[in-house]
C-alpha cells in the first residue's frame, strides 16, 4: 500500500488543523492505520492509531482530548483532526500502516510510511 499524507501548514498556537492520509490499493480495511511525528532533533514518536476493525483508537498522553483520529474505509483516507495545537506540536507529521492489527503503537509494528507532512504552530 501507498500513502499519501496532506494538510499540513503553519497555524496559531490554540488554532486547529486535520491532517489526511490516502492510501492506494486494495484492502484498505484489513490495515491499522497510525500518525506519528519527528519534531528536529528528536525521534520518532507515536501520536494515535486506530485498528483495522475500527475498534479503540490509542493516543499518546499529550494529545489526548486535543487530536482525534478517524477513517473512512470507503475513501481509503485516515484522518487526524488537530485541536488547541500548541508549538510542541511542531513536527513533521507521518501516516502508516501495518496489516490486521490492533493495538500497534511502535514505529517497528508499521511497515508502510508516508512521505510526511509539515505541521508548526508559532507562538
Known amino acids: 500500500v501507498q500513502l499519501q499524507a496532506s494538510g499540513g501548514g503553519l497555524v496559531q498556537a490554540g488554532g486547529s488543523l486535520r491532517l489526511s492520509c490516502a492510501a492506494s490499493?486494495?484492502?484498505?480495511?484489513?490495515?491499522?492505520m497510525a500518525w506519528f511525528r519527528q519534531a528536529p532533533g528528536k525521534e520518532r514518536e507515536f501520536v494515535a492509531a486506530i485498528p483495522y476493525n475500527g475498534g479503540r483508537m490509542f493516543y499518546e498522553d499529550s494529545v489526548k482530548g486535543r487530536f482525534t483520529i478517524s477513517r473512512d474505509n470507503a475513501k481509503n483516507t485516515v484522518y487526524l483532526q488537530m485541536n488547541s495545537l500548541k508549538p510542541e506540536d511542531t513536527a513533521v507529521y507521518y501516516c502508516?500502516?501495518?496489516?490486521?492489527?490492533?493495538?500497534?503503537?511502535?514505529?517497528?509494528?508499521?511497515?508502510?510510511w508516508g512521505q510526511g507532512t509539515q505541521v508548526t504552530v508559532s507562538s
Open positions: 490499493g486494495r484492502s484498505f480495511s484489513r490495515y491499522a
Open positions: 502508516a500502516a501495518a496489516p490486521w492489527r490492533v493495538t500497534a503503537r511502535t514505529v517497528d509494528e508499521y511497515d508502510y
